[in-house]
């Protein structure tokens, strides 16, 4: 089983709040990612990170922010939570030579309701 | 048009049934294929991984691809409440790490 842990697993907030998602991986995996899923949809690159100190935005446009201080920690932030921002966040993480680079391996998600 | 495409189902089938399950794409670049299991209220985890065309055989489990016509399978021998999930499609996309993905198929097997 992945190690990778994500918190809280479920948040419901009022509108404007700011809250942060936290990621951890105790892998040592250098790339991370979080992803947006919502119900019946594919899921949707928000932000990546291929190492420390390394962000980038995903497909998916975002009001979020992230940050990789750490190499095991990959929190995803957002500043004034919102409505349309209710959704479920996976955080995952890859990392390896060969074949095994190519797998990802996911938390449990984390369920935002912004009210 | 979407670069992958999957079904979203429900597909329901009783137990023991053969489950066929596929996805397919636009790219024919497209070289590395994986299949997710994803159950409720968890993250997916990698059930599958191809590279080439062919197939592929893991227990009940086996994925296939047809890169002629831009399709990728997964089938499930003797099927089992426990395979009970969300079955997603997943293509890496060109020289960099990022995947794309299928809206996932909604698999129920019936007792």
Same mark, same amino acid.
């Given at each position: ?12 907030? *009022?509108? *404007? ?10 892998? #040592? ?10 119900? *019946? ?16 935005? #995903? ?35 890859? #990392? *390896? ?9 996911? #938390? ?8 | 048009? !979407? ?17 066929? $399950? ?19 209220? !968890?993250?997916?985890?990698? $059930?599958?991984?191809?590279? /080439? /065309? ?13 890169? %002629? ?9 003797? /099927?089992?409440? %426990?395979? %009970? ?6 293509? !890496?996309?060109? /020289?960099?790490?990022? $995947? ?5 198929? !909604? $698999?129920?097997?019936?007792?």
């Amino acid at each position: 089983e992945a190690d990778i842990y994500q918190t809280p697993r479920y948040l419901v907030i *009022g509108t *404007g709040k700011k809250i942060t998602l936290e990621c951890s991986q105790t892998m #040592g995996h250098d790339k991370m990612y979080w992803y947006q899923q919502d119900p *019946g949809m594919e899921l949707h690159l928000i932000h990546y990170s291929y190492g420390v100190n390394s962000t980038e935005k #995903g497909d998916l446009s975002s009001e979020s922010t992230v940050s990789r201080i750490r190499t095991e920690h990959f929190p995803l932030t957002l500043e004034s939570a919102r409505p349309s921002h209710t959704s479920q966040y996976l955080c995952a993480s890859s #990392g *390896g030579w060969g074949r095994a680079e190519e797998t990802q391996y996911f #938390g449990p998600g984390t369920r935002l309701l912004v009210l | 048009q !979407k670069e992958v495409e999957q079904d979203p189902g429900p597909l329901s089938v009783p137990e023991g049934a053969i489950v066929s $399950l596929n996805c397919t794409y636009s790219n024919s670049a497209f070289q590395y294929f994986m299949w997710y299991r994803q159950y409720s209220r !968890k993250g997916p985890e990698l $059930l599958m991984y191809t590279y /080439s /065309s062919g197939n592929k055989e893991d227990g009940r489990f086996t994925a296939q691809v047809d890169k %002629s016509s831009k399709y990728i399978s997964l089938f499930i021998r003797d /099927s089992q409440p %426990s395979d %009970s999930a969300t079955y997603l499609c997943a293509i !890496k996309k060109g /020289s960099n790490y990022q $995947l794309i993905w299928g809206a996932g198929t !909604k $698999l129920i097997i019936k007792p």
